[in-house]
């Protein structure tokens, strides 16, 4: 049976900004790496993102670090249709740079389930002699509002700093890779159609799309896949108390490289991205390098 190390977009967030201006919170895009086509697997990943907010404000300057561990599977109920699962959790630590105040929020983030049909396939094919393979999965999911929004309630008056949306979201995803002997391309497109959090906020709907290139060579038991890429964002203005939030959205490039390792039945992943462009609440946020780690095990 041919190994191949297939490249799959995941829709999930870059889960929560901390302040009002910072479009990109709660929903973005996430691309990662899954282990070999047609194996079911479990996992753990680790994600590290931060970011710099309300950067023309001397009294309101921040500095945002957001952490998450996340359990994630993959599963086959029936032939071609393949259904991932996402259960975050979510650490949000923000510094008030003037001031030194700190604010801290842990617990779970939104769970989501997603799908993808396999319109067509030849990574599979045993009889295909021409070293060209190509897959075309096309899907969508939900995003469940597992995670605490208090946006409106008492003291909490952002909703950004939050560990969920408050939301029932819904995904939409396109996946097109080819490979040519030991080299592949994988280009992908998704987008997040959201609902109202509550009767204060509604967050943008959203865009995305990546192209990464990568490289698989086996040994056996052992291959490995490193890969590099770009990654695009692209966020609409959230409403505000029934008014469109002009610091909002945005648009954000990162540039993408990672390592995919495997052994057996075991996974281990290494990503990094490194912001190339971004306009992100009419200027007032950065975003900083990110990180991730993975380990999943296929059964």
Not at 37 to 54: E, N, W
Not at 240 to 245: D, I, T
Not at 257 to 277: A, D, K
Request: aromatic share 12%.
């Amino acid at each position: 049976m041919k190994k191949l190390l297939v490249l799959v977009l995941i829709i999930t967030q870059f889960d929560t900004l901390a302040c009002d201006i910072c479009g990109c919170a709660n929903g973005s895009a996430f691309v990662g790496l899954t282990p070999r086509a047609g194996t079911q697997f479990i996992g753990l990943r680790y994600r590290h993102r931060t970011y710099d907010s309300h950067l023309n404000s001397v009294l309101l300057q921040t500095r945002e670090t957001y952490q998450t561990v996340e359990l994630w599977g993959r599963f086959y109920p029936v032939k071609k249709v393949q259904v991932m699962v996402f259960l975050p959790y979510n650490s949000n630590h923000q510094v008030l740079k003037n001031s030194g105040a700190e604010s801290l929020k842990n617990g779970l983030g939104d769970a989501i389930i997603l799908g993808h049909v396999n319109v067509f396939n030849t990574f599979m094919d045993t009889t295909n002699t021409s070293h060209i393979y190509q897959s075309l999965m096309i899907g969508g999911g939900v995003k469940l509002a597992t995670g605490k929004f208090e946006y409106g309630y008492e003291d909490e008056i952002n909703p950004n700093f939050q560990l969920g949306t408050g939301s029932t979201d819904f995904l939409l995803s396109a996946i097109h890779t080819i490979k040519v002997h030991d080299w592949g391309l994988n280009t992908e497109i998704g987008g997040r159609i959201s609902t109202r959090s509550n009767d204060k906020y509604r967050f943008g709907n959203r865009i995305n799309g990546s192209l990464t290139a990568f490289y698989s060579k086996n040994w056996g038991v052992f291959s490995i896949m490193p890969n590099a890429g770009v990654l695009m964002d692209y966020g609409f203005r959230d409403i505000k108390e029934g008014q469109r939030n002009s610091q909002t959205g945005g648009f954000a490039a990162l540039a993408n490289t990672g390592l995919e390792m495997y052994y057996s039945r075991f996974n281990v992943g290494f990503s990094y991205r490194l912001p190339v462009y971004q306009n992100l609440g009419e200027g007032e946020l950065k975003s900083l390098p990110q990180w991730g780690v993975n380990l999943t095990v296929n059964f």
